[in-house]
T-cell receptor
């Protein structure tokens, strides 16, 4: 079974600083996807960034980037020039790649989350 | 609307009552998921629907929980004889693909409080 671990329950930084959120995972799969989701107080889970395991290049989305270390099973999120609107819970998640002919859900497996606060 | 819609937004009910939660996925999305999020926790998978295939119910915590989906449209999650431990946010997500090729899009959830 896959597990996802986020070792930082809470983090706090000043606006405009850079912050890195940690995530490690455990799997025997070779093909999979990793995600970071943001959950503000509105409760909606918002996809921040996605990484495909077979791609060596780290994914980037504007101020958000990841450091994907497949051998170490590590997937950290870096937020540059942090903004007040980045304040939220951040969840790391894992999903196996789609297998043809295999029924059933490709379920997202979530970590416990990191509460990030950006201070003015 | 363009996103996943869930109703009600909040539900407070007495222990022992039945509740029904509704999810309206993004039009055209064949895959639909229900998750439960307890306070301060990550999301736990409950059930999955994909087109006309039999649902994957492997995450349902007890036989008090059930869900239905008509075709590729609305889904309802029903909890019978609610218990206090059922208090949580119930999130629905839909996707145009059941794997990671297309991401899951989430609704705002229903916050269920059992008194």
């Amino acid at each position: 079974a896959q597990t996802v671990t986020q070792s930082q329950p809470e983090m706090s930084v000043q606006e405009a600083e850079t912050v890195t959120l940690s995530c490690t995972y455990d799997t025997s799969e070779n093909n999979y996807y990793l995600f970071w989701y943001k959950q503000p107080p509105s409760r909606q889970m918002i996809l921040v960034i996605r990484q495909e395991a077979y791609k060596q290049q780290n994914a980037t989305e504007n101020r958000f980037s990841v450091n994907f270390q497949k051998a170490a099973k590590s997937f950290s999120l870096k937020i540059s020039d942090s903004q007040l609107g980045d304040t939220a819970m951040y969840f790391c998640a894992f999903i196996k790649s789609l297998e043809e002919g295999i029924q059933g859900a490709q379920k997202l497996v979530f970590g416990q989350g990191t509460r990030l606060t950006i201070n003015p | 609307g363009a996103g996943v819609s869930q109703s009600p937004s909040n539900k407070v009910t007495e222990k022992g009552k039945d509740v029904e939660l509704r999810c309206d996925p993004i039009s055209g999305h064949t895959a639909l998921y229900w998750y439960r999020q307890r306070l301060g926790q990550g999301l736990e998978f409950l059930i999955y629907f994909q087109g006309n295939s039999a649902p994957d119910k492997s995450g349902l915590p007890s036989d008090r929980f059930s869900a239905e989906r008509t075709g590729e449209s609305v889904s309802t999650l029903t909890i019978q004889r609610t218990q206090q431990e059922d208090s949580a946010v119930y999130l629905c997500a839909s996707s145009s693909d059941r794997g990671g090729n297309q991401p899951q899009h989430f609704g705002d959830g229903t916050r269920l409080s059992i008194l």
